[in-house]
Nanobody, 125 residues
Framework: QVQLVESGGGLVQAGGSLRLSCAAS????????PGWHRQVPGKQRELVAA???????NYADSVKGRFTISRDNAKNTVYLQMNSLKPEDTAVYYCNADIRAYSGVGNIYYTRNYWGQGTQVTVSS
């Protein structure tokens, strides 16, 4: 059973930093195009940052220069370093990825899109 579990959220003052982690578990063969998204009540979920297998990254304009996405393939973990946090960064942050995994049956693998359960980030002014 593949799972994505986020951690590292919390309450921080404006200007502070947090580091989010997204750990994938299960019989994983590869993790493709993982990304971080965020959502506030009443608004659509938005992409914050994404990273390719080759290490290329892209960011929402609102976080460029402040957030950094990275990955540790050996640990099946993706990180989001968030610096210079602003109250408008307050949201639930979700990890998302296409994961290729072993089905547990014969020689069958599958690829599926997964979301984590989310972690709350609150930035006070």
């Amino acid at each position: 059973q593949v799972q994505l579990v986020e951690s590292g959220g919390g309450l921080v003052q404006a200007g502070g930093s947090l580091r989010l982690s997204c750990a994938a578990s299960g019989s994983i063969l590869s993790i493709n195009a993982p990304g971080w998204h965020r959502q506030v009540p009443g608004k659509q979920r938005e992409l914050v940052a994404a990273i390719t297998s080759g290490g290329s990254t892209n960011y929402a304009d609102s976080v460029k220069g402040r957030f950094t996405i990275s990955r540790d393939n050996a640990k099946n973990t993706v990180y989001l370093q968030m610096n210079s946090l602003k109250p408008e960064d307050t949201a639930v942050y979700y990890c998302n990825a296409d994961i290729r995994a072993y089905s547990g049956v014969g020689n069958i693998y599958y690829t599926r899109n997964y979301w984590g359960q989310g972690t709350q980030v609150t930035v006070s002014s």
